[in-house]
């Protein structure tokens, strides 16, 4: 794989951002809330209940570093084999899950945040696992009654990064309705894009990605808001690498199956200090000014790629680690699975730095510079 890739960035630091934007407000993180599907499963049940046999693929579940995931598995057909869903059950089974763990994380975020559905001004739903229309903004609305007027916008199929391009929208939207509250809500049934035939190249998928979701709540103009701002974005696509991550029609299975190359975690890693560079340019900032980092949690190979190649400790990388051990690959929503472990851990400090992190299809990087 080559080098060619194509790089943006948006939102300057705080002290440029009247200068690039004409916006004067300041987005800020006011509350945090997750949610995930009823069951959960380790590695060594899958292996059982999945009938697991070959030892090739038992190894790549049981050296994953993920000790449990919530999944939501096929019914079971005769003699107890688990059956797999044609395509429609499997959008129906997306449908159902990412509504139900979205409205609850929303509910749990709001409470976080001090506010309730009545304060909601915007919501943006992102997914990877299944595709609606109308889309989930649309059905969570209905659905926890939500006023109609409330904005709304759907990212759908932008994979594991979408959650901090979803953030990058709405940030420019709360900086354009100061004082008014918008939510990122990251909804990922994971379970609605599982295949079940055997290969490898399923086999690294089911092993790897669990069910969850993650709404944050953002909000400009008040500065007693405790969370941290908003100061920059940067995005930086391989195009080389566009098909190494994806999730395509197998005409075989006559359904969507995702596809994971085995050299994206070098591919990432190799490019990640080029975007967080770019990230921290005209900030007078270098990486060992940031003392908080929140990576995706996109798989062990990801991670220690990412750490090496960013020169981060082994603490540095605590959450994203932990949330991988406790929930697998929560897709999109992983980072913030991160962030809500490091709010509660209340060691950030008034003046610290952080930095965010999410990989996925393009093979793309978003990174987002915040300060408490």
Same mark, same amino acid.
Not at 335 to 350: I, M, Q, T
């Given at each position: 794989?080559?080098?060619?890739?194509?790089?943006? @960035?948006?939102?300057?630091?705080?002290?440029?951002?009247?200068?690039?934007?004409?916006?004067?407000?300041?987005?800020r993180?006011?509350?945090? /809330?997750?949610?995930?599907?009823?069951?959960?499963?380790?590695q060594?049940?899958? $292996?059982?209940?999945?009938d697991?046999?070959?030892? %090739?693929?038992?190894?790549?579940?049981?050296?994953?570093?993920?000790d449990?995931?919530?999944?939501?598995?096929?019914?079971?057909?005769?003699? /107890?084999?688990?059956?797999?869903?044609?395509?429609?059950d =499997?959008?129906?089974?997306? %449908?159902?899950i990412?509504?139900?763990?979205?409205?609850?994380a929303?509910?749990?975020?709001?409470?976080?945040?001090?506010?309730? $559905?009545?304060d $909601?001004?915007?919501?943006?739903?992102? @997914?990877? @696992?299944?595709?609606?229309?109308?889309? =989930?903004?649309?059905?969570?609305?209905?659905?926890?009654?939500?006023?109609?007027?409330?904005?709304?916008?759907?990212?759908?199929?932008?994979?594991?990064n979408?959650?901090?391009?979803?953030?990058?929208?709405?940030?420019?939207?709360?900086?354009?309705?100061?004082?008014?509250?918008?939510?990122?809500?990251?909804?990922?049934?994971?379970?609605?894009?599982?295949?079940?035939?055997? @290969?490898?190249?399923?086999?690294?998928?089911?092993?790897?990605?669990?069910?969850?979701?993650?709404?944050?709540a953002?909000?400009?103009g008040?500065?007693?808001?405790?969370?941290?701002r908003?100061? %920059?974005f940067?995005?930086?696509?391989?195009?080389?690498?566009?098909d190494?991550?994806r999730?395509?029609?197998?005409?075989?299975?006559?359904?969507?199956?995702?596809?994971?190359?085995?050299?994206?975690?070098?591919?990432?890693?190799?490019?990640?200090?080029?975007?967080?560079?770019?990230?921290?340019?005209?900030?007078? =900032?270098?990486?060992?000014?940031?003392?908080?980092?929140?990576?995706?949690s996109?798989? %062990?190979?990801?991670?220690?790629?990412?750490?090496?190649?960013? /020169?981060?400790?082994?603490?540095?990388?605590?959450?994203?680690?932990?949330?991988?051990?406790?929930?697998?690959?929560?897709?999109?929503?992983s980072?913030?699975?991160?962030?809500?472990? =490091?709010?509660?851990?209340?060691?950030?400090?008034? /003046?610290?730095y952080?930095?965010?992190?999410?990989?996925?299809?393009?093979s793309?990087?978003?990174?987002?510079l915040?300060?408490?």
């Amino acid at each position: 794989m080559g080098l060619d890739v194509s790089m943006t @960035t948006s939102i300057a630091p705080a002290a440029d951002l009247s200068v690039l934007t004409g916006l004067t407000e300041i987005t800020r993180f006011a509350g945090v /809330g997750t949610a995930v599907s009823d069951t959960s499963y380790s590695q060594s049940e899958l $292996l059982e209940i999945l009938d697991i046999k070959d030892p %090739k693929i038992r190894s790549v579940f049981l050296n994953s570093a993920i000790d449990r995931r919530f999944l939501t598995l096929p019914p079971e057909g005769p003699g /107890g084999v688990r059956v797999p869903e044609p395509q429609g059950d =499997l959008l129906d089974k997306h %449908k159902k899950i990412a509504v139900d763990m979205g409205c609850r994380a929303i509910e749990a975020c709001l409470k976080s945040a001090g506010s309730s $559905l009545e304060d $909601l001004r915007h919501l943006c739903c992102v @997914t990877s @696992t299944g595709f609606l229309t109308p889309g =989930l903004s649309a059905l969570i609305i209905r659905e926890l009654g939500i006023d109609p007027h409330c904005s709304r916008s759907d990212i759908v199929g932008m994979g594991c990064n979408a959650g901090l391009n979803a953030l990058n929208v709405v940030a420019g939207w709360s900086a354009a309705h100061p004082g008014e509250l918008g939510v990122v809500l990251c909804t990922e049934a994971c379970s609605a894009a599982y295949a079940l035939d055997g @290969t490898m190249r399923t086999a690294v998928v089911n092993s790897l990605f669990g069910e969850g979701a993650a709404a944050l709540a953002v909000t400009s103009g008040d500065g007693r808001v405790p969370g941290p701002r908003v100061l %920059k974005f940067a995005s930086y696509i391989i195009t080389d690498a566009i098909d190494a991550m994806r999730y395509d029609w197998d005409r075989q299975q006559d359904r969507f199956s995702f596809f994971l190359d085995p050299q994206i975690p070098y591919v990432v890693g190799a490019h990640a200090e080029i975007v967080v560079d770019r990230l921290l340019s005209g900030t007078g =900032l270098r990486r060992s000014d940031i003392s908080q980092w929140l990576v995706h949690s996109g798989g %062990k190979k990801v991670i220690d790629a990412v750490v090496v190649n960013l /020169g981060l400790s082994r603490h540095d990388a605590r959450h994203t680690t932990g949330v991988l051990r406790d929930y697998g690959n929560l897709s999109s929503g992983s980072f913030l699975f991160s962030y809500e472990r =490091l709010a509660e851990e209340d060691v950030a400090r008034p /003046g610290d730095y952080g930095v965010l992190m999410t990989m996925g299809p393009g093979s793309s990087i978003e990174t987002a510079l915040i300060q408490w």
